[in-house]
């Protein structure tokens, strides 16, 4: 919902805070006061291009700021992945400055964003119903959407897009394989080439870190022989008769000469043996290390090195470390697989694919079943709606027609949808006799606007929109009609759904939850508008001037506080 609406030097706006509530809201003025800037400043913050004449005469800028709150969940989830956070509270500032030089930036929460995402997600906020907007009701693409969520199909286009997907998965995959023989062949040497050059290198797993081990304690020969012979004379062998093993010797004797006197001579005994042993192993492994017998030191570190200069290459080529060049050689022995076996493997895929686009064909059949059902009623729902508007002789239709046969990008013909096999488009007549065209070829704006406004009122339970605002909906209708487009747009402010209205009709006006004037005046000489929200004595004035005219006579005043009592009391 729009919360409140800073406008800052815009055409003849100086400065206006305008707040706003749940609802229906009229704003109404003189012809001139600045309804439309109204109109342009939202426009501003749903994307639209700045105008050149925007800027207020003298300033270097020109801001429209606004307060959201209550942003739909789906809509937060799509702008935190986007990276746009909402406040803790659920609100969002977004605000948008334009420069002299037709510069813009659109901010949300302070952060910078592009006007492509400022479009995608404020788009979903609030909608602009009037005569001249390019409306996304209008667009042909967009009628599947707003008939699929009239008909509540989210489950089953769900099953149907995890299978849409499946499909293309194995589309690509085939695709893949249905290379040109030229490329094939070349492909095939390439693959083969790199795996006789990999096989040739007899690599194997940590062969690397065991041939950098040994390359060591080569170079390292003279300072290992040197202290392995301190440690086996240390522990094990001393010609002196004082190694660590021979003291130990003497000490178990010892100890077992006195087990009669001293109750844990033995078990000292024992402990002594377990070290012992313990010693005698570590003095044999590591006179192991010097133990090298396999020949002359110069021509083994000669042979360690050529290895590892391969073993490089090889990283170099085809991975970081020898796993990596065994995983490469592996995926490439795949690669040449699928081609050498192309033929096979293309003919299981496409009979998966067959299969698989019987199932997409027959959820496909669900969606259009479900569709042809939601359309007549969605038709006939809102033929409802526009006869109720004075509107008996419109007729409107739900066409929906075959997707047809298509060709992607590769040139190879489908005859699926990312939503299905249909084709939805809304049609309508607006006069006796006149056959039903296409919505986007409507011509009276007028008519538009209560179309749109049957179409709102059908739909509103369905609509992601929270903030609908209708410029000038009564423009050319009688007292009557205009009462009712009154009723209406109170009936859709009680949806849940957030309803602006600028008019010019006391019908509509009296029927409204809260009613902004729009007026301007002089200050040092210049004009500016003013926003005020009228209370009710207030209300009654506005209503006399829009039913009266030169003259406000107590009758006139009678009947607009007759009329204000009436709406408000619906």
């Known amino acids: 919902m729009l919360d409140t609406l800073h406008i800052e030097n815009i055409a003849v706006v100086r400065e206006a805070d305008i707040t706003l509530g749940n609802g229906f809201t009229v704003l109404t003025g003189e012809t001139g006061a600045g309804k439309s800037i109204i109109i342009d400043a939202i426009n501003l913050l749903l994307g639209a291009r700045p105008q050149r004449d925007l800027i207020r005469t003298g300033q270097s800028s020109a801001a429209a700021t606004a307060l959201f709150s209550g942003i739909p969940d789906a809509l937060s989830a799509q702008m935190a992945e986007a990276g746009i956070r909402i406040d803790e509270d659920g609100t969002m500032l977004l605000g948008r400055t334009v420069q002299a030089d037709g510069k813009a930036v659109t901010r949300i929460g302070g952060r910078p964003i592009s006007v492509s995402t400022q479009k995608e997600f404020i788009g979903q906020l609030i909608a602009i119903h009037g005569q001249h907007d390019n ?25 149907y897009d995890a299978l849409w997907s499946e499909y293309n998965d194995l589309r690509s995959r085939i695709r893949s394989l249905q290379h040109g023989e030229q490329e094939k062949a070349r492909l095939s040497e390439l693959l083969k080439y790199q795996i006789n050059d990999i096989d040739a290198g007899r690599l194997k797993p940590k062969e690397e870190e065991q041939l950098l081990q040994k390359r060591a304690k080569i170079r390292n020969a003279e ?13 094990y062998q001393n010609e002196k008769g004082h190694s660590a093993i021979e003291l130990i010797d003497r000490a178990v004797a010892a100890l077992d000469a006195m087990t009669e006197v001293i109750p844990q001579a033995s078990e000292f005994s024992e402990k002594l043996s377990g070290f012992r042993y313990e010693i005698e192993d570590i003095a044999e492994t590591v006179e192991s290390y010097a133990d090298d017998n396999e020949g002359d030191p110069s021509l083994l570190l000669d042979k360690i090195e050529g290895r590892l200069e391969s073993i490089s290459r090889l990283k170099k080529k085809y991975g970081a470390t020898v796993e990596d060049v065994l995983a490469f050689r592996e995926k490439a022995a795949s690669e040449l697989d699928d081609i050498t076996l192309s033929d096979e493997k293309i003919a299981v895929l496409e009979a998966a694919l067959s299969k698989k686009a019987a199932e997409l064909a027959a959820q496909a059949s669900v969606l259009h079943e479900a569709r042809v059902r939601a359309g007549k009623e969605l038709s006939a729902r809102i033929m409802e709606e526009l006869a109720f508007l004075d509107m008996e002789k419109v007729r409107f239709s739900v066409q929906i027609t075959p997707l047809g046969a298509s060709t992607d990008s590769d040139g190879d013909s489908i005859q699926f949808g990312a939503r299905g096999c249909d084709k939805v488009e809304f049609l309508i007549s607006t006069n006796q006799g006149e056959p039903l065209k296409p919505l986007e070829k409507i011509a009276s704006g007028g008519e538009l606007s209560r179309i749109m406004l049957a179409a709102k009122c059908v739909m509103a339970a369905n609509e992601q929109i929270t903030t609908m605002i209708f410029d000038e909906v009564d423009t050319g209708v009688s007292g009557k009609t205009s009462q009712k487009i009154g009723l209406k747009l109170k009936q859709l402010g009680k949806t849940g759904c957030q309803v602006l209205c600028v008019t010019h009709s006391a019908q509509i006006a009296a029927l409204a939850d809260a009613h902004l004037y729009i007026s301007k005046h002089e200050v040092d000489g210049r004009t500016e508008t003013a926003v005020t929200p009228l209370d009710r004595a207030g209300r009654i004035r506005e209503l006399s001037r829009i039913i009266g005219g030169i003259e406000i006579t107590d009758a006139i005043r009678v009947t607009a506080e007759e009329l204000l009592d009436n709406g408000q009391a619906l």
């Open 223 to 235: 300072k290992i022989a040197k202290h392995v012979k301190i440690i086996t004379h240390a522990l």
């Open 135 to 159: 409306q996304q009701f209008l667009r042909p693409e967009t009628h599947i959407v707003y008939l699929d969520d009239y008909a509540s199909l989210q489950g089953a286009l769900a099953e």
